[in-house]
Antibody
């Protein structure tokens, strides 16, 4: 069974940084693209970033470009999202998502809450 | 900037049929956009329902179906049940590792 568990969320001040982690199990992690998707309180879903299975390609939504770095460690079945220069608008639940066949966002973790506040 | 559109809200009677749509402010949705649909019960994690426009995800009941309807992607729920009351999001794959979500549709079953 596919299992994705995020961690690293919490309260951070504006301008601060945070590193989110996701541990994957139940599938051959090194073979799959992965993404981060976020959801601000009471708002809709927003795709944030993607990384290719081997880490050779990465993309970001415009609102985090230059402030976020997605990375992965295939030896440890881990996915990361480093977020810098955080603003109140980055407050959201961040989901770790597996990209399946035909670009499906097929499995989601439970999410980790990031709150940016002074 | 690509904007994906969804109806903000919908209602359906128990046992009824409802079709939610997913469009683009500029252009038409095609199979090349690999439209996906997700169900999110408030307070829960999103669940994949449909991907690649028409393919049901594992374990999804066949009362959920995906299609293209005119220039939009569509999610049809046939024989709506009370526990279908939820938020529904579509996402389009823009290519090169980029997805864009619609704003979501809140479905009420009453």
């Amino acid at each position: 069974e596919v299992h994705l568990v995020e961690s690293g969320g919490g309260l951070v001040q504006p301008g601060g940084s945070l590193r989110l982690s996701c541990t994957a199990s139940g599938f051959t992690y090194r073979s799959y693209w992965m993404s981060w998707v976020r959801q601000a309180p009471g708002k809709g879903l927003e795709w944030v970033a993607y990384i290719k299975h081997d880490g050779t390609d990465k993309k970001y939504v415009d609102s985090v470009k230059g402030r976020a770095i997605i990375s992965r460690d295939n030896a440890d079945n881990a996915l990361y999202l480093q977020m810098n220069s955080l603003t109140i608008e980055d407050t959201a639940v961040y989901y770790c998502v597996r990209v399946g066949g035909d670009y499906s966002l097929d499995h989601w973790g439970q999410g980790t809450l990031v709150t940016v506040s002074s | 900037q690509t904007v994906v559109t969804q109806e903000p809200s919908f209602s359906v009677s128990p046992g009824g049929t409802v079709t939610l749509t997913c469009g683009l402010t500029s252009g038409s949705v095609s199979t090349n956009d690999y439209a996906s649909w997700f169900q999110q019960i408030p307070g829960q994690t999103p669940r994949s329902l449909i991907y690649s426009t028409t393919t049901r995800s594992s374990g999804v009941p066949d009362r959920f179906s995906g299609s293209l309807l005119g220039n939009k992607a569509a999610l049809t729920i046939t024989g709506a049940q009370a526990d279908d009351e939820s938020d529904y999001y579509c996402a389009l794959y823009m290519g090169s590792g980029i997805w864009v979500f619609g704003g979501g549709s809140r479905l009420t079953v009453l």
